[in-house]
């Protein structure tokens, strides 16, 4: 490879990796719970079976 094209692939991964960060950075985040941020109430799952005996 080439060091002017490993140097633009480079910085590309770099400016990605940036966008990337930022985009999460500043996205809205949805209300309600929906596990792993932190509130107080947790999510409801009715659909989480306990299983029966002593396996």
Known sequence: MSPDLQS????AVV???AGVFLY??????KTGC?????CPQKPKND???KP???L
């Open 34 to 38: 929906g596990g792993g941020c932190g």
């Open 52 to 54: 029966l005996g002593g």
């Open 15 to 17: 400016v990605a990796t």
């Open 24 to 29: 999460r950075a500043i996205r809205v985040k």
């Open 8 to 11: 633009f692939a480079a910085i």
């Open 47 to 49: 659909k989480i079976v």
